[in-house]
């Protein structure tokens, strides 16, 4: 069976990557599974980029179809920011999602409300031959100032997601796995992985 590489260290990406593909006829492995050990400076401007460089640089030094994905938190109020900078929005090193998510609403403080918000990702599809590929998924709600939901990660919590009146962090897995930005963009990327699939077997 054909292996995919997931280009993350993220425990919670992972966890969602794996309920999203697990479906497919392939074998989904991390770099630590497979002893791969990398620093990789997310140094693009947007998702797509950041996407990219992960991606390639797994698929070169694994010689594994790689799946990178790079996802951001936009709101309005405060100029499209976190954005490419979500995973790095706060002005200390080494902030948790818990210091994240407190940095952002410190930025929101005394602005209307509502603070519309939208979570975007672009995955990346990489082949050992170089070959790049390209899917996109996003959701539409806004930001709230209390924390909800025991599930999720990062801005989960404070995040409401406008089809359902919930945050994301109080979706059960089985819902997050239909309607979050990363479950939208490998679901659009689906049809191509399974092509890719098909030439690696």
């Known amino acids: 069976m054909p292996k995919l590489l997931l280009a993350s260290a993220n425990p919670g990406k992972l966890l969602e990557m794996h309920a999203l593909l697990s479906d497919l006829p392939i074998e989904l492995v991390t770099p630590s599974q497979i002893g791969v050990h990398i620093e990789i400076k997310e140094s693009g401007n947007t998702y797509a980029q950041n996407a990219a460089i992960k991606a390639q640089a797994y698929a070169h030094i694994s010689g594994l179809l790689t799946l990178g994905d790079d996802s951001g938190l936009e709101v309005d109020a405060i100029h499209g920011l976190p954005g490419i900078r979500s995973a790095r929005f706060s002005p200390k090193p080494g902030a948790s999602d818990a210091d994240r998510r407190a940095y952002l609403l410190e930025q929101l403080r005394g602005k209307p409300r509502p603070w519309l918000a939208h ?31 025991q599930y999720g990660f990062g801005y989960d919590p404070i995040f409401l997601l406008t089809e359902t009146n919930t945050t994301m962090a109080e979706l059960p897995t089985t819902m997050k ?13 689906r049809p191509l992985l399974t092509k890719l699939i098909t030439t690696l077997g």
Do not use: D, M, W
Not at 119 to 145: Q, S
Not at 177 to 189: G, P, Y
């Open 119 to 149: 979570f975007r990702c672009t995955v990346a599809l990489a082949t050992p031959k170089g070959e790049l590929y390209f899917a996109e998924g996003e959701c539409t709600g806004e930001i709230i100032p209390e924390e909800r939901g």
């Open 177 to 189: 796995n239909i309607l979050s930005h990363r479950a939208r963009a490998i679901q659009a990327a």
